[in-house]
């Protein structure tokens, strides 16, 4: 028996889990006029602290979820478990903002902002369905 750790990869079926949990809450959240002036409202500082948390409060998960005593951390895998579980959910977030036209392509920032705060929460959700 070999204590070789697998290689770091996401799979197909990883980043389906991760679209579906994404959408399941981004959906609700993006449909709401009241989103859509937060992203717009708040400032670059505020939307870059709700990124960062949403990436530690993932990565929190994704440690404890996935971490092995027996075979160490895995940190490789780490950090590309929950750098994918973000960057698939801040897509789904902004492609679904986009059909229901609330990602305005002349605003780029106003685009991003409504992207950042739906894909706050939706992310949370990803991160669940992910976890098999």
């Known amino acids: 028996m070999t204590n070789e750790k697998p290689a770091a990869r996401v799979q197909w079926v990883d980043i389906t889990q991760m679209l579906v949990g994404a959408m399941a809450l981004a959906f609700p959240v993006a449909t709401a006029e009241e989103i859509w002036n937060l ?3 708040l400032s670059t500082g505020r939307l870059l602290a709700l990124q960062i948390g949403a990436m530690t409060i993932i990565g929190f998960y994704v440690f404890h979820a996935f971490d092995d005593p027996e075979k160490g ?18 897509f789904a977030c ?3 903002l986009w059909v229901v036209n609330r990602f305005p392509f002349d605003d780029l920032g106003v685009a991003l902002g409504r992207t950042v705060v739906v894909a706050f929460p939706a992310a949370f959700a990803a991160t669940i369905f992910s976890s098999r």
């Open 73 to 90: 951390t895995d940190w490789k895998s780490f950090f590309l478990r929950t750098w994918s579980i973000y960057f698939v959910t801040f």
């Open 39 to 41: 992203g717009t409202e």
């Open 94 to 96: 902004a492609l679904l």
